[in-house]
């Protein structure tokens, strides 16, 4: 059970009154979807009051302590329209389980758990990041917008150990070995870095709760509660009593109770393969319980989204990961899609048209019906596609217009900076959102209105991240996307690198004479004539869509 408990909050019909980001009746489709990553404590700070807990005070690296960032400053967003005006359909934040009470320093300097990945106590939402009834509040407001809710799991390894913060087990953890990652074995059975207990996840021996976790709960009043429900969960699953089990149990009760739409998994290959069947298993359990107690809430028959961080996985792997001893198959049975670390080197490698046609080849073939999570920044890759935003309109062109899921890493949208003086490591990657360049920059704001006429072009459209690409012409570049699922169909042209002023263009593959095409770009509208429909805009962009 998740703590701060109490009753589910009465919610109005949410589907009777849900409204699609786009504005339009197109089906959510996840592997076209245009999904916002965000660090929760880098955001937006919705509640200030909750900025200082468990005296996490001391002096840290710089960007390398919480910052205030939390669930009410997204819901804040959401209701504010920013996401609907960027044509997100779905919000990635990073874990919000309880963290680490301590510090540790890795060589980087002091450093908090701010970013969520040092799970103390799966259980209880972090009261930095907010409250359970934050989290159910922003599930309500997203979906009542058409935005789903992706959660971040981490099922590979505990927090770090601190003077507050003991080492759980030897039978729940290993951190005697640290990972050589040059095959299976010394990527998966040992601890990523110093420092960084590994949870067993190999064992199916019983094993007893941590005496640490006994003891908080017994003081938050809560552990008769938790054995309840935990004994409920292993009498129906018949899971041994192993570690995995317990903190799978944990994971998946953040779907039943709030009605999450999917989870990112992170260091996928850190752990056995077997694992993550299990826990697509359990989800899937989990999110079936939640539609059928819940059926005033359902958006969709949409199947629990999974996407995995199986690092420096690409799309050139096809449904396979090769540690060099060993390949594996980590979409069947386990996850919907994989973030693709590739995507960066394809948008520097290839012009738009290489890069379209490639990536639409192998999501229509090798891997039809699953998907790739495709970024060009993110939290913790070093090497963006532009860390300097030089080139930030080629960003949004090359990631909102390619095939596959579109991860939008926060800030992208608005150039903010991944060059920060003074930070070591990550930490560049991680400044606080520049809401402030947002209201006060003209730049920044021109920026944003570009991000945000692709995003809900993308939003509107699963053609263009779901459909099947084909080029028009070359020079100058136009090309055409085609979508069907069941009645529904959808078709696009796109031009990019055009020439500003009067344009016509060939669409009688496409469109036929007398259609009456919108160019989502520049608002203009006009009819097919003699299979050309002529749009005089002052961009060099078009986005044509029939009315």
């Known amino acids: 059970m998740l703590t701060n408990c109490k009753n589910n909050p009465k919610a109005a019909d949410v589907k009777a009154n849900l409204v699609d980001p786009s504005g339009s009746d197109a089906p ?107 989290l159910h509040e922003l599930v309500k407001e997203a979906h009542a917008k058409g935005i789903r809710i992706v959660l971040d799991a981490v099922i590979n390894h505990t927090g770090p150990v601190t003077e507050k913060d003991p080492v759980w087990p030897n039978d729940w953890v290993r951190t005697d070995k640290q990972c050589s990652y040059d095959n299976y074995e010394n990527t998966v059975s040992c601890t990523l870095v110093a420092n960084l207990p590994d949870i067993r996840t190999e064992s199916n021996e019983n094993v007893d709760l941590p005496s640490q976790l006994v003891e908080k709960w017994k003081t938050e009043g809560r552990y008769e509660q938790e054995i309840k429900e935990l004994d409920a969960f292993f009498e129906r699953t018949g899971y041994p009593r192993a570690p995995r089990f317990y903190i799978i149990k944990w994971l998946t009760d953040y779907i039943t109770e709030f009605g999450v739409d999917g989870y990112r998994a992170d260091t996928v290959k850190h752990t056995e393969a077997y694992v993550w069947e299990e826990f697509k298993t359990e989800c899937d359990y989990a999110f079936s319980e939640y539609k059928k107690n819940n059926p005033d809430k359902v958006l969709d028959d949409n199947d629990f989204y999974l996407v995995g961080e199986v690092y420096n996985y690409g799309i050139s792997g096809g449904k396979f990961f090769d540690y060099g001893d060993k390949k594996v198959n980590y979409y069947d049975n386990m996850f919907s899609g994989q973030i693709n670390f590739e995507f960066k080197w394809n948008a520097k490698e290839f012009d738009y048209q290489n890069l379209y046609m490639r990536y639409s080849t192998v999501l229509n073939n090798e891997l039809k019906r699953f998907g790739v999570l495709n970024y060009l920044s993110s939290h913790d890759d070093g090497s963006p596609f532009d860390p300097s935003r030089e080139k930030p309109l080629e960003t949004a062109n090359k990631l909102l217009l390619s095939p596959g899921t579109s991860q939008v890493y926060y800030g992208d949208e608005s150039a903010r900076s991944l060059i920060i003086e003074g930070t070591v490591g990550d930490a560049t990657l991680r400044s606080f959102m520049n809401w402030d360049d947002i209201q006060e920059s003209g730049k920044t704001k021109d920026i944003l209105t570009h991000w945000q006429k692709l995003g809900q072009f993308r939003a509107k459209h699963p053609a263009i991240g779901a459909g099947i690409h084909q080029m028009i012409t070359s020079q100058p570049y136009y090309f055409y996307r085609s979508y069907q699922k069941d009645d529904f169909k959808d078709l696009v042209v796109v031009g990019l690198d055009v020439h500003k002023g009067p344009k016509s263009i060939d669409v009688s593959k496409i469109f036929k004479d007398g259609d009456t095409l919108h160019d989502a770009y520049s608002g203009i509208t006009s009819k097919v004539e003699n299979g050309r429909v002529a749009i005089d805009s002052d961009y060099d962009v078009v986005l044509l869509e029939q009315k």
Request: charge should be negative; charged fraction near 25%.
């Open 28 to 134: 959510f489709i996840w592997e076209g979807a245009n999904l916002y990553f965000l660090l929760t404590d880098r955001f937006n700070n919705g509640y200030t009051s909750n900025d200082i807990n468990f005296d996490r005070t001391k002096e840290t690296g710089k960007l390398r302590g919480f910052k205030g960032g939390d669930i009410k400053g997204i819901t804040q967003k959401v209701k504010e329209g920013y996401f609907t005006d960027l044509g997100i359909n779905a919000i990635w934040m990073t874990p919000i389980v309880e963290q680490i009470h301590g510090g540790t320093d890795e060589g980087t300097g002091v450093t908090y758990g701010f970013h969520g990945y040092w799970a103390k106590d799966w259980t209880r939402i972090d009261p930095n990041f907010g409250t359970k009834e934050d």
